[in-house]
T-cell receptor
């Protein structure tokens, strides 16, 4: 079983729809959970991060973490064509030193105008 | 403030050739990372560095070497290129590691094709 599972999509929705992106993980040591957005032929950029369980909201974006189920989600409200990108979940253990993040494969999201 | 810059943007190598992927950051970050991203896959950590003179292996270090002589630069060396090293390589930096979430800033990537 891979450490982080993420449906690669593509996920295609009409403009204005609510989008739900999800990841599951197996390592119970993960404490910090991030969502990166990656446009085509660009580097990833941090979108949201959450510590431990709970919700975090930033504008149209909401990140949720359910550690008991080892499940994280990113919701996008009022989706826009500019949201079309690949969304990568990433996570790391607490106090994990300087080692890098563990990434999911990414979900390719397409918002249809 | 250019952030993280990488050169070249694209390169074709023949099997057995060597090359260095350059990475520079101007944010005075101590921590730097090299990832590779294969098609349809997430990023995998190759090497990382916590400061000048200090490097350590990540998840997939075989076939690569790194050095960190300055805070700004973190080059990645491929000594004997193999087709399995065809990938997109991303360099990233962050202000600190350890406890807490630090934002990793990524460069635009170098696309490498080994034939």
């Amino acid at each position: 079983q891979k450490e982080v599972e993420q449906d690669p999509g593509p996920l295609s929705v009409p403009e204005g729809a609510i989008v739900s992106l999800n990841c599951t993980y197996s390592n119970s040591a993960f404490q910090y959970f991030m969502w990166y957005r990656q446009y085509s032929r660009k580097g990833p950029e941090l979108l949201m991060y959450t510590y431990s369980s709970g919700n975090k909201e930033d504008g149209r974006f909401t990140a949720q973490v359910d550690k008991s189920s080892k499940y994280i989600s990113l919701f996008i409200r009022d989706s826009q064509p500019s949201d079309s990108a690949t969304y990568l979940c990433a996570m790391r253990a607490s106090g994990g030193g300087a080692d890098g993040l563990t990434f999911g494969k990414g979900t390719h999201l397409i918002i249809q105008p | 403030n250019a952030g993280v810059t990488q050169t070249p943007k694209f390169r074709i190598l023949k099997i057995g050739q060597s090359m260095t992927l350059q990475c520079t950051q101007d944010m005075n970050h101590n921590y730097m990372y090299w990832y590779r991203q294969d098609p349809g896959m997430g990023l995998k950590l190759i090497y990382y560095s916590v400061g000048a003179g200090i490097t350590d292996k990540g998840e997939v270090p075989n076939g690569y070497n790194v050095s960190r002589s300055t805070t700004e630069d973190f080059p990645l060396r491929l000594e004997l290129a193999a087709p399995s090293q065809t990938s997109v390589y991303f360099c990233a930096s962050s202000s600190r590691g350890g406890v807490g979430v630090e934002t990793q800033y990524f460069g635009p990537g170098t696309r490498l094709l080994v034939l």
